[in-house]
């Protein structure tokens, strides 16, 4: 859409920036998407699912829906979406076209295109539709620069993120007895909860949670087995204060009881 002429956007009376309500579904259309469907979040959490594919969506998500989509949504009724949604077609079959789904880093310019573009069509404003026409190509030209932007930076990006993630997990292994939690180590990590969850299992190959208790019951192995130490005072020193809470966690892991061990 980079080099498509303004004039051949055809605009369509479906827009707006809606509050969703708590009971709010997008369900599935007896028939595919029949246009092009620019659909901004702006606050809440949902999912969304496009032609069979999931998407955990927050702010920032950004969807350019196609003719013949298959698309259905929902969200979270104690964290209703805030949404924008412009329905358009083209008069031309475009040469480069944005990505079905992207999460926008710029959004104080994305954002102020959709709001002018929305009121627009509040009143009868004189030359409308010629500038939403531009405000549309503005828009495309933003999701084409940011896919071209992270395409350069994605190796040096995913580098940083590895290291990052391991240094994470070597601290847990190295402090076995703090009382860790996702918050603590994702803010530590300068990430959202929620990335720093998903790219932790995805790189170490454990669930956070996971990891930190096998850090801790490997720790106690070792404790019990060279260092001489009870089983309580093993227990008391990796921060557990409930010893049967212990000993069923050791087993699990280990398969043996701490005493065993010993």
Known sequence: ML???????????????VDCEPNWKWRKRDKPMPNYDLFYVW?????VVLNGKSYRVEKGHCFLFKPGDVVTATHNPQNTLKLTYIHFDISEIPQLVPPAHQVIESTID????????????????????M?????????????????????????DISNHLLETIREIANYIQQHPAEQ???????????????YFSEKFKE??????????????????????????MTVT????????????????????YTGKNPSEVR
């Open 3 to 17: 080099h498509i002429n303004p004039d051949y956007f055809i605009l369509k009376p479906a827009l707006a920036t």
């Open 43 to 47: 606050t809440g959490e949902g999912t």
């Open 180 to 194: 860790h939690t996702i918050e603590s180590l994702a803010a530590r990590a300068n990430l959202s909860q929620r």
């Open 233 to 252: 005072e093993t227990a008391y020193a990796l921060g557990y204060n409930n010893l049967h809470f212990f000993s069923r966690q050791f087993k699990k």
């Open 203 to 228: 790189i170490i190959g454990q669930t956070v949670k996971s990891y930190i208790v096998n850090m801790r019951i490997k720790r106690a192995e070792h404790l019990l087995h060279f260092a001489g």
């Open 110 to 129: 994305f954002e102020s295109l959709l709001v002018r573009y929305v009121r627009l069509f509040l009143i009868d404003t004189f030359g409308a539709d």
């Open 131 to 155: 500038e939403a026409k531009l405000i549309l190509k503005q828009l495309m030209i933003h999701l084409l620069r940011e896919e071209r932007e992270k395409g350069k930076l994605v190796n």
